[in-house]
């Protein structure tokens, strides 16, 4: 079984604070890390390789320092990491990002199954996966929560729904998203550390995909970014002061018509 | 690319400040930008000196923006029932339609869905296109995703708006790639810009601390979800009267590549925070999951449930359902009590329409005190108990 | 400080992070008041290629020495000592095969270990043999091409868990210490049972049983080294394990500096935080003095030792008497910083201090290791 797998090196936007002072955005000692859903995604990936043989190739969109994402891949049984990187490709939106994905998977060839977080923590669109599968013509399912069987035709997934799941086959090749419910992912290895630090990540420029211009990066975006923003606050305010005891006091005296 | 005019630098380092990805640096008094750039144009936008602009190819195929008219609307149907958030996108694409002079229709997919379709005109739609057929009674990605693409080839909408849904966000990307369309994730606020007629979809990025307004200058249809919850629906009027369209799809696009075997309901968690009128809600700030023991009694005294942030869930303090945020659910009770939750945006989207809201936090620069209409500064572990006795002792007498 | 790792020891410091962090942490707890063995995590500790670290390349491991072991157990600690304590017990109970095995026991054995296919245990401990080894009563006969064991070991860390067991048994009971063996021991062994698992005061994740020899006979080629060198294997396996146990005591003397010191700067009393008062931040201070002291003589002893230095029983005592009594006054200080909320098991610090308690007494008492330490001294200034 053959697998590629797509990771996103996001900004671990939970480290993110608003300076209250300018409003803008506090970045210091923000960390970039693997997509949290990607790493589930890694996770199925190499069990299913670990299960039924083959090979896991990590495959990332970004600027050089995504790298860094793709050598942890390995460290986590990944057997290969691919970049597709190029300052053609900046300010690509879901759908320029997922053309140019598919593209670099046509380009890598061969495969049965391609696996994706469902989205990224720091765009949380959830479209990159469907994109790719619209592109590459692939069968597909999001949010899966478990693979139940699979072998060479097919497999068996259960895809979460508002309200339940739905048991789901589909055939091979195919695209999954999966949730984080999937599996437990695994802390790198060692022996793995020490091969991904040897690693060659292979790197593959727009010209290598063959990438056509007005699809890719902004001109391919059909989406574009107005205005970025920092909400107002709320009217009507109140602080209230003094020891715990004395603000509960205030508060219950402000609720008291609401409860 | 992002051009930076070394003429009108003037060394500020305000581009700095606001680049979310750390992409602009400040050497020699003038703005650098290096890979990590994204063109997202934060600082294009707070260049006073107006030194930043983007500059770039355009996208080739554009569309003839003038063929297309019409505002849609996804109704989900499952199971049965019309979901909700259709008649939310209904009310919101109303506002849309009046604005632009267009007329609004509701798309419904399924098996014996045509009773729907009158619901839905009494909820704001003018058309309703149906397409009923038993092998619509399943959702499958590949047979929702080829109809609805073909239905808007035929009669060209200019916006089509859909629930950000398990089912929503699972096949409307693939419409939309598919269209060569934009399409806006998880909108929270949407209008037309009344110069161009242009729908400006508002949305929070990064990771929800900041707040983006996205357009779709050349491509149609404009496509965005909504998360349910956000808009509001307008009171229903059975007497609307509206046209029903019944679409017949070939039988080539009802034919799928995936099969549902099997399709379980589960047990839904026992409370679900969207209907309730009191929530209290924690973060990080309960250090584990007994924090949350503490929200209990007070949620339980209040006659409420519990609902958490996303950095408590991710803690694995409390389950997915009580989520709260751009990544969980939105709600809009009359009591919101925030306890040690800072308020990133990405929670604050999910809350911020709640009637009342308390916050208790131990920072007094949380960005949550900008929400709430109370304020508590002080530790929660002292807070909370002291608020539930209150309330129990008051109901005693 | 900056005790300038290699890149490789950089790397096991990681991983070992990594895992009490991520699989440690948010369970360690819920180990504790059950009382319940980590299986999974050790699985998470095997995939992630730790069991590897001590285990010689040529066997499939990463051919790290003591010092490597030491930082491993360092992190692990610091998640929890009673998960560490059954690495640790793992190590302890290959150790004789590693130093006294037959290349056939290494090849049978240490790939196994080396990718915690199957754990071992350590078996000296019986009801009367504590501080004083030479007690043990355990026995072995040689019956054909089997060796006969009968007797009873006591609070045999991973007993009834590990697949592998290291026993000490006399061969020669007439001939006193110079009578003892080792032998291996497999779970399934025919004779071969355990006893009841026992309710500890701390490292309660970790499981302490009883092991149960009764006529047990296993093949002939099970016996490590030479007969009658099961001592002098026991004192050398000791020597270099006892690095290890300081370790866990430098690993949770941190773990307890790190809530106290976090606790003192969020907690309000008389209007500031706590830390900016003489009073608390003399005691912190003094944690990390102590602290810090520990943790190099550890290092230095580890280093010593994968040296190939000749005097090592010294040094090993001391550093494990050092670090073991740094981390019962350390989580001891910390439960008082932490004050009412320190007591209460909410807070980590209560079990901290429960768990340290154990460090003074096994693998040697505090006061069998300064007795070893006293006769060295004697035996130093001899001439």
């Known amino acids: 079984m053959d697998i590629i797998v797509c990771i996103k090196q996001v900004p671990d936007t939970k480290d993110v604070r608003l300076d209250p002072e300018t409003n803008t955005l506090a970045r210091e000692g923000v960390e970039s890390i693997m997509n949290p859903f990607d790493r589930h995604a890694l996770e199925e990936a190499v069990r299913i390789k670990e299960e039924l043989g083959g090979t896991v190739i990590a495959l990332s969109m970004g600027p050089p320092q995504a790298e860094a994402v793709l050598r942890e891949a390995i460290s986590c049984g990944a057997d290969e990491g691919v970049l597709v990187s190029d300052r053609a490709f900046a300010g690509a939106d879901t759908w320029a990002t997922s053309y140019t994905l598919a593209r670099a998977v046509v380009t890598l060839g061969n495969f049965d199954l391609i696996l994706c977080g469902k989205q990224a923590i720091d765009g949380d669109t959830?479209?990159?996966?469907?994109?790719?599968?619209?592109?590459?013509?692939?069968?597909?399912?999001?949010?899966?929560?478990?693979?139940?069987?699979?072998?060479?035709?097919?497999?068996?997934?259960?895809?979460?729904?508002?309200?339940?799941?739905?048991?789901?086959?589909?055939?091979?090749?195919?695209?999954?998203?999966?949730?984080?419910?999937?599996?437990?992912?695994?802390?790198?290895?060692?022996?793995?550390?020490?091969?991904?630090?040897?690693?060659?990540?292979?790197?593959?420029?727009?010209?290598?995909?063959?990438?056509?211009?007005?699809?890719?990066?902004?001109?391919?975006?059909?989406?574009?970014?107005?205005?970025?923003?920092?909400?107002?606050?709320?009217?009507?305010?109140?602080?209230?002061?003094?020891?715990?005891?004395?603000?509960?006091?205030?508060?219950?005296?402000?609720?008291?018509?609401?409860? | 690319m992002l051009i930076v005019d070394k003429e009108k630098c003037i060394g500020c380092g305000v581009c700095e400040a606001n680049c979310a990805f750390g992409a602009i640096t400040v050497e020699?008094?003038?703005?650098?930008?290096?890979?990590?750039?994204?063109?997202?144009?934060?600082?294009?936008?707070?260049?006073?000196?107006?030194?930043?602009?983007?500059?770039?190819a355009e996208k080739s195929n554009k569309v003839n923006l003038d063929e297309w008219s019409g505002i849609w609307v996804f109704a989900e149907f499952r199971h049965g029932v019309i979901a909700p958030v259709a008649f939310e996108l209904l009310g919101a694409g109303r506002k849309l339609a009046d604005a632009r002079g267009v007329s609004l229709a509701a798309v419904v997919f399924g098996d014996g869905v045509e009773a729907a379709a009158a619901e839905l005109i009494a909820y704001g739609a003018d058309q309703v296109y149906v397409v009923d057929d038993p092998e619509l009674a399943q959702y499958r990605e590949d047979v929702y995703g080829?109809?609805?693409?073909?239905?808007?080839?035929?009669?060209?909408?200019?916006?089509?708006?859909?629930?950000?849904?398990?089912?929503?966000?699972?096949?409307?990307?693939?419409?939309?790639?598919a269209l060569n369309a934009g399409l806006t994730a998880d909108c929270t606020h949407l209008a037309i810009r009344p110069e161009d007629g242009m729908l400006l979809q508002t949305r929070p990025a990064f990771g929800g601390n900041i707040m983006a307004t996205i357009e779709c200058p050349h491509s149609r249809p404009q496509m965005a979800t909504v998360r349910p919850k956000v808009m509001a629906p307008m009171p229903p009027d059975p007497?609307?009267?509206?046209?029903?369209?019944?679409?017949?799809?070939?039988?080539?696009?009802?034919?799928?590549?995936?099969?549902?075997?099997?399709?379980?309901?589960?047990?839904?968690?026992?409370?679900?925070?969207?209907?309730?009128?009191?929530?209290?809600?924690?973060?990080?700030?309960?250090?584990?999951?007994?924090?949350?023991?503490?929200?209990?009694?007070?949620?339980?005294?209040?006659?409420?449930?519990?609902?958490?942030s996303r950095a408590a869930v991710d803690s694995g303090w409390i389950p997915y359902p009580h989520q709260v945020g751009q990544t969980g659910k939105t709600v809009c009770p009359k009591l919101y009590i925030a306890c040690g939750i800072s308020g990133a945006i990405q929670h604050a989207v999910g809350m911020q329409s709640a009637e009342t809201i308390v916050a208790i936090n131990r920072d007094p620069n949380a960005p949550i005190f900008d929400l709430a209409t109370y304020s508590l500064v002080g530790d929660l572990f002292e807070i909370v108990p002291l608020l539930t006795n209150k309330i129990k002792e008051n109901r005693g007498r | 400080m900056d005790y300038f790792l290699t890149e490789e020891q950089q790397m096991i410091v990681d991983t070992a992070r990594e895992i009490a962090r991520e699989k440690i942490i948010p369970v360690r707890a819920e180990l504790d008041e059950r009382n319940e063995f980590p299986t999974s995590i050790l699985k998470d500790m095997a995939k992630a290629d730790l069991f590897g670290v001590f285990v010689p390349e040529e066997f499939g491991g990463l051919g790290g020495g003591c010092f490597e072991i030491v930082l491993v157990l360092e992190e692990l600690a610091r998640g929890?000592?009673?998960?560490?304590?059954?690495?640790?017990?793992?190590?302890?109970?290959?150790?004789?095969?590693?130093?006294?095995?037959?290349?056939?026991?290494?090849?049978?054995?240490?790939?196994?270990?080396?990718?915690?296919?199957?754990?071992?245990?350590?078996?000296?401990?019986?009801?009367?043999?504590?501080?004083?080894?030479?007690?043990?009563?355990?026995?072995?006969?040689?019956?054909?091409?089997?060796?006969?064991?009968?007797?009873?070991?006591?609070?045999?860390?991973?007993?009834?868990?590990?697949?592998?067991?290291?026993?000490?048994?006399?061969?020669?009971?007439?001939?006193?210490?110079?009578?003892?063996?080792?032998?291996?021991?497999?779970?399934?062994?025919?004779?071969?049972?355990?006893?009841?698992?026992?309710?500890?005061?701390?490292?309660?994740?970790?499981?302490?049983?009883?092991?149960?020899?009764k006529d047990c006979r296993i093949p002939k080629d099970r016996l490590v080294g030479r007969k009658g060198t099961g001592f002098i294997t026991v004192m050398k396996t000791l020597d270099i394990s006892r690095p290890g146990i300081a370790s866990l005591g430098v690993g949770l003397g941190q773990a307890a500096l790190d809530e106290a010191v976090v606790y003192a700067k969020q907690r309000v009393q008389f209007g500031k935080p706590i830390i900016s008062f003489q009073a608390v931040q003399h005691m912190l201070a003094d944690m990390a003095i102590q602290l810090e002291a520990a943790r190099a003589l550890v290092y230095a002893t580890a280093r010593h030792i994968d040296g190939n230095a000749?005097?090592?029983?010294?040094?090993?005592?001391?550093?494990?008497?050092?670090?073991?009594?740094?981390?019962?006054?350390?989580?001891?200080?910390?439960?008082?910083v932490l004050g009412g909320y320190g007591y209460m098991r909410e807070y980590p610090v209560e079990k901290m201090m429960r768990d340290a308690k154990i460090l003074q007494i096994y693998e040697g008492t505090n006061q069998i290791q300064r007795n070893v330490i006293g006769q060295e001294l004697n035996k130093e200034y001899a001439a």
């Not at chain 1, 590459?136 to 997934?157: N, S």
């Not at chain 2, 080829?146 to 009669?155: G, V």
């Not at chain 3, 590990?162 to 110079?178: F, H, L």
């Open chain 1, 126 to 259: 959830a479209q990159v996966g469907p994109g790719m599968a619209s592109q590459l013509k692939l069968p597909y399912v999001t949010c899966v929560q478990k693979l139940r069987t699979m072998d060479e035709t097919g497999l068996v997934v259960e895809r979460m729904m508002d309200d339940g799941y739905d048991v789901v086959r589909l055939p091979l090749p195919a695209l999954l998203t999966v949730v984080k419910d999937i599996n437990e992912p695994r802390v790198p290895s060692l022996k793995g550390k020490m091969r991904a630090k040897k690693a060659e990540i292979r790197i593959l420029h727009a010209a290598d995909i063959g990438a056509e211009e007005q699809c890719i990066g902004l001109a391919g975006s059909p989406t574009k970014v107005v205005s970025v923003f920092t909400p107002k606050p709320r009217g009507n305010r109140t602080v209230f002061s003094g020891t715990p005891a004395e603000q509960v006091e205030q508060l219950f005296a402000q609720l008291r018509d609401i409860l």
């Open chain 2, 28 to 56: 020699d008094g003038c703005a650098v930008v290096n890979d990590r750039c994204t063109l997202c144009g934060a600082c294009v936008e707070n260049c006073e000196p107006q030194a930043l602009r983007i500059e770039g």
């Open chain 2, 146 to 177: 080829r109809i609805m693409e073909s239905l808007i080839r035929d009669q060209r909408p200019e916006v089509v708006l859909a629930g950000a849904t398990a089912i929503g966000r699972s096949f409307i990307p693939q419409v939309a790639n």
């Open chain 2, 239 to 308: 007497s609307r009267q509206g046209e029903v369209i019944r679409v017949e799809v070939p039988e080539g696009l009802l034919r799928s590549r995936v099969e549902v075997l099997e399709s379980v309901l589960s047990k839904q968690d026992k409370v679900n925070i969207q209907e309730m009128e009191i929530l209290v809600a924690g973060g990080r700030g309960l250090e584990n999951e007994k924090g949350f023991e503490l929200l209990r009694e007070l949620a339980d005294e209040l006659g409420g449930a519990v609902a958490a």
């Open chain 3, 80 to 213: 929890c000592v009673g998960v560490a304590t059954s690495f640790a017990a793992n190590a302890l109970g290959i150790f004789p095969v590693m130093i006294a095995g037959s290349q056939e026991q290494k090849e049978h054995y240490l790939p196994d270990i080396a990718s915690g296919r199957r754990w071992a245990a350590f078996g000296l401990t019986e009801a009367s043999a504590g501080s004083d080894a030479s007690g043990v009563r355990t026995t072995a006969v040689l019956d054909g091409d089997e060796w006969v064991l009968n007797g009873t070991k006591q609070w045999i860390t991973n007993g009834g868990e590990a697949q592998i067991y290291s026993i000490v048994a006399m061969t020669d009971p007439s001939k006193g210490p110079r009578g003892a063996s080792i032998f291996i021991v497999e779970d399934g062994d025919p004779g071969f049972s355990y006893g009841k698992k026992e309710d500890k005061m701390g490292i309660r994740a970790s499981a302490t049983r009883e092991l149960i020899m």
């Open chain 3, 310 to 336: 000749k005097e090592v029983s010294k040094v090993s005592s001391m550093c494990k008497v050092f670090a073991s009594d740094m981390a019962m006054k350390v989580t001891t200080d910390a439960v008082q």
